[in-house]
T-cell receptor, first 114, second 118 residues
Framework: DQQVKQNSPSLSVQEGRISILNCDYTNSMFDYFLWYKKYPAEGPTFLISISSIKDKNEDGRFTVFLNKSAKHLSLHIVPSQPGDSAVYFCAASESYSSASKIIFGSGTRLSIRP | DSGVTQTPKHLITATGQRVTLRCSPRSGDLSVYWYQQSLDQGLQFLIQYYNGEERAKGNILERFSAQQFPDLHSELNLSSLELGDSALYFC?????????????????FGSGTRLTVV
């Protein structure tokens, strides 16, 4: 039972354009959401997060949108750069806490083409 | 550098064998989380330890076990290995990051151990 779903295994975007990565979740107890980025041969690294009391959070070129009623979140990257080519994992937790278990989606491979 | 150290980086072993993966969490962090990433799969939560005690369990097979020692390093033991156990195994510590005046909780991951069962 996948509680966090990333239905697009891959996405190709032209450099300079907007990349939009989508994520759906099923567990209504999820209260905190995160995006991680992973390069080959490295561990995932934290990118951005959002708590359920917000519907948008920005950090530079990265913006996460949360639609609680639809149980959907998305990550926008604008403008997309070659270094953004990586696998992006959506993740969720039932608690905004350092001790809470995080559930990850299956990832979306983003390729930025010149 | 995430501060989370995993050894070995690569491991090749035969079916039926037993291996031990090691993780040292960030200095002072009491939590250790183990995740498995199989081909084309997401990060599957296996198990969490906090200060030496098991805190949460995920989809961990009975052939797998883990422990956390008094010095807080952790070991993941995989036995009776099968071809399907070939995967990347990640260890993570809890982290609190401050960005834009906000505190973000999450994990910091080690670089993983790539296990190949042949």
């Amino acid at each position: 039972d996948q509680q966090v779903k990333q239905n697009s295994p891959s996405l190709s975007v032209q450099e300079g354009r907007i990349s939009i990565l989508n994520c759906d979740y099923t567990n209504s107890m999820f209260d905190y959401f995160l995006w991680y980025k992973k390069y080959p041969a490295e561990g995932p690294t934290f990118l951005i997060s959002i708590s359920s009391i917000k519907d948008k959070n920005e950090d530079g070129r990265f913006t996460v949108f949360l639609n609680k009623s639809a149980k959907h979140l998305s990550l926008h990257i604008v403008p997309s750069q070659p270094g953004d080519s990586a696998v992006y994992f959506c993740a969720a937790s039932e608690s905004y806490s350092s001790a809470s278990k995080i559930i990850f989606g299956s990832g979306t491979r983003l390729s930025i083409r010149p | 550098d995430s501060g989370v150290t995993q050894t070995p980086k690569h491991l090749i072993t035969a079916t039926g064998q037993r291996v031990t993966l090691r993780c040292s969490p960030r200095s002072g962090d009491l939590s250790v989380y183990w995740y498995q990433q199989s081909l084309d799969q997401g990060l599957q939560f296996l198990i969490q330890y906090y200060n030496g005690e098991e805190r949460a369990k995920g989809n961990i097979l009975e052939r797998f076990s883990a422990q956390q020692f008094p010095d807080l390093h952790s070991e993941l033991n995989l036995s009776s290995l099968e071809l399907g156990d070939s995967a990347l195994y990640f260890c993570a510590s809890s982290v609190a990051l401050t960005r834009g005046g906000e505190v973000h909780y999450g994990y910091t991951f080690g670089s993983g151990t790539r296990l190949t069962v042949v």
